[in-house]
């Protein structure tokens, strides 16, 4: 297979940049309106640590919303299932990625699912330390770990752009806050410093690729045999991945692709074949979703290509 990924994923890029041209760069976050819209890249990776690379796969980018599944899975370890459910829970809103409707309209206000950000600002919440400088260190050693120990930092000009503009996600902690999903001890400013930090974390196709092996084989990277994470979490992400990784677009993608996956606004997709391939994807270009055009219609392409969806 990784030879025919090599073969054919530059003919698949250049395909797919038409539909990049009809996406726009995300602008809610200023210092993302900077990215090259047309850009669009990929590495692929197998257990064995071979990879298959295409197109724009060195332009650097923030993990935005996929940091969400791992931040979900340090909260898993720190908590168990049982402290993770109590804050949000298993299903998807069918709204947008940051809509507080639900949070109103639905007793009691707790967010549907960790990876809306109503959902991931409260699981950033439940990460331990003993101060917000503590907890993100701790999300970064994670963050590193999960990606074959590469040098990770947060880039920190996307990190204070969002955190200047963030006035939904404001709204939505302090919603939460109001709610009790945010505990009495729980400093929202904090919590949400912490989570904007997590959110601009810096990365490549080939990082994000290594980290989507580590899902892809249940939590155990293959080429050290170290078990980060109990498969059990894993396997969870996973579902949320299939179900709501791709927000509202979530059904279709699963419907054309089938395969877990989970998208940024900064156009960056993870996506995984399980047991097979860990798959990293750069496409600044959003549809009216938020999920990267061309990224997207690349995966579809290699996925009936491959006959990859698990359904
Ligand atoms: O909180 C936000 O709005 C961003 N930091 C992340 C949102 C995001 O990536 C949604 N993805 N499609």
Not at 82 to 90: D, P
Not at 189 to 209: N, R, S, W
Request: charged share 20%.
């Amino acid at each position: 297979m990784m030879e025919q990924l090599r073969l054919q994923l530059p003919d698949w890029i250049e395909a797919s940049r038409i539909y990049a041209e009809k996406g726009q760069v995300a602008h809610y976050i200023p210092e993302l309106a900077k990215a090259p819209g047309d850009a669009l890249g990929i590495v692929a990776m197998g257990p064995d640590g071979e990879t298959a690379t295409a197109g724009d796969a060195d332009l650097p980018f923030t993990m935005q919303s996929i940091s969400k599944v791992f931040t979900l899975l340090l909260a898993f370890m720190d908590n168990g299932e049982e402290g993770v459910f109590a804050k949000v829970g298993m299903e998807p809103t069918g709204d947008d990625f940051n809509s507080m409707l639900k949070l109103e309209l639905v007793e009691p206000g707790k967010p549907f699912n960790p990876l809306i950000n109503a959902g991931a600002i409260a699981v950033t919440s439940l990460i331990h330390g003993a101060t917000p400088e503590a907890r993100t260190g701790r999300i970064m050693q994670f963050l590193r770990e999960a990606a074959g120990g590469a040098d990770l930092a947060y880039n920190e000009a996307v990190y204070r752009s969002e955190s200047a503009s963030a006035h939904r996600n404001r709204s939505l902690a302090y919603f939460l806050k109001d709610n009790e999903v945010l505990d009495a001890a729980t400093d929202v400013e904090e919590v949400l410093d912490v989570y904007f930090k997590h959110c601009a974390v810096e990365i490549t196709c080939a990082q994000l690729a290594r980290m989507a092996l580590l899902l892809a084989c249940g939590g155990t990277d293959p080429l050290t045999g170290v078990q980060l994470v109990p498969r059990r979490y894993v396997q969870i992400a996973k579902t949320f991945m299939i179900t709501c990784g791709m927000y509202n677009a979530s059904g279709e993608f699963a419907i054309r692709a089938g395969i877990p996956a989970k998208s940024g606004v900064s156009g960056g997709i993870l996506a995984l074949v399980p047991g097979k391939l860990g798959i990293g994807i750069i496409g600044p270009a959003l549809g009216e979703k938020g999920n990267s055009t061309g990224g997207v219609h690349l995966l579809e392409t290699m996925s009936e290509t491959f006959d990859w969806s698990i359904f």
